[in-house]
Every structure is written in structure tokens, then in C-alpha cells.
């Protein structure tokens, strides 16, 4: 983020080691801190379908959108630089914040220009500072590689790796509770 960030200045041709145009590294390093919580709140409501707030049966959601998706390319090797320097994993990340950020209310009715509704689903806006883009400036400008957010998400999702074991198993938050989840954030805003 910080490169790029800096690239973006250098293109403008503003100064951002010092004075008002300076990169502000604590800002930086808070919104990077809800940028991972954002992830892993999306891993426990998604592993916790009886809080009703996803629409986790619909198969346009799991498919489509979840990070459930995501989780099923971690360990896809990216082998060439295209794949490796591309947005995917971005864009579909920036695409579930927004939408758990503003929802996705679908009208059934069938229309004119819209043949069919029928893989749409519905959506609660979550007004939350966590996911208001507002609260992430930096960080807006800012796209991240399918390599990076690859390793993110498999940091976030896969145990670490073992002398004894090829395999990495895959974390569970299914039984992460509340206030686990409550002294994560907390941990993560006193890193």
C-alpha cells in the first residue's frame, strides 16, 4: 500500500516524506488493521449461517461472492505474472465490503429489460464503521495483488505450516465466539 501510495505521489508530483502532502504511517497502518478485521469478520459470519445475516444458502451468494469463494483459490498456484500482478481477489473483496457495507435489496417483480431476477438475493446494509469506506481514504486508492491478498487470505485461513505435515488444514470459525472475536480486534488495534 505504502509504494503505491507513494508511486500515486510521485505522479502528481507532491512530496509525501514531509510536510502536508507526508505519508501519515499510523493512518496507513489503522486502516491496513480494519482492512484484516473486515476479512476476518466475514470469515465468522460466513462460518456462522444461524446469525441469518448472510444469505449463505443462496447459491449466488457462495458462489459468487462469499470469501468462501476466495478461500477455494488459496492455494492456487499463480504462475504467471499476470496472475500474480491481477485484481481479482481485490475487486471481489472490495465488492463484499461494499455490499455488506450498503446490502442488495432485489425487487422480485420481472421486468422489461430484466428477464429474470431469479439469481439475485437480498442483502441488510451493515452500518458499521468497520465497513464504511469513508474510514479507509488510503487505502481506497490502493489495489492489491492476487499474490498478496492470495497470502493474506491464506495466512487467514490455513494453519501454519508443519515439519511433520505437506498439508496445511483449514481454520474453522465456526466455534470463535464473540468475545474472541472482540479480543482479536483488540489485539489487532494494539498491534
Same mark, same amino acid.
Do not use: F, V
Given at each position: 500500500a505504502a509504494e503505491q501510495l507513494v508511486e500515486q505521489a510521485r505522479d502528481r508530483k507532491e512530496g509525501i516524506y514531509s510536510g502536508?502532502? =507526508?505519508?501519515? =504511517?499510523?493512518?496507513?497502518?489503522?486502516?491496513?488493521? +480494519?482492512?484484516m478485521y473486515r476479512i476476518l469478520f466475514l470469515f465468522y459470519i460466513? =462460518? +456462522?449461517?444461524?446469525?441469518?445475516?448472510?444469505?449463505a444458502e443462496d447459491e449466488t451468494w457462495r458462489m459468487g461472492y462469499s470469501l468462501d469463494s476466495l478461500r477455494d483459490l488459496e492455494s492456487v498456484r499463480l504462475t504467471t505474472e499476470e496472475s500474480r500482478r491481477g485484481e481479482y481477489f481485490h475487486q471481489s473483496l472490495q465488492r463484499m465490503f461494499s455490499l455488506i457495507y450498503k446490502g442488495n435489496q432485489v425487487s422480485r417483480q420481472k421486468d422489461d429489460l430484466h428477464e429474470s431476477n431469479a439469481n439475485a438475493f437480498t442483502l441488510q446494509g451493515l452500518d458499521s464503521h468497520l465497513f464504511d469506506p469513508a474510514k479507509t481514504p488510503m487505502l481506497n486508492r490502493v489495489t492489491f495483488s492476487n499474490e498478496t491478498l492470495q497470502q493474506v487470505i491464506q495466512s487467514m485461513s490455513l494453519t501454519r505450516p508443519t515439519s511433520g505435515r505437506k498439508r496445511r488444514g483449514r481454520v474453522s470459525y465456526t466455534q470463535l465466539g464473540i468475545n474472541q472475536l472482540g479480543a482479536v480486534y483488540e489485539a489487532l488495534l494494539s498491534y
Open positions: 502536508q502532502n =507526508a505519508l501519515d =504511517a499510523d493512518q496507513l497502518s489503522k486502516e491496513c488493521l +480494519r482492512y460466513e =462460518a +456462522r449461517p444461524e446469525l441469518g445475516y448472510l444469505p
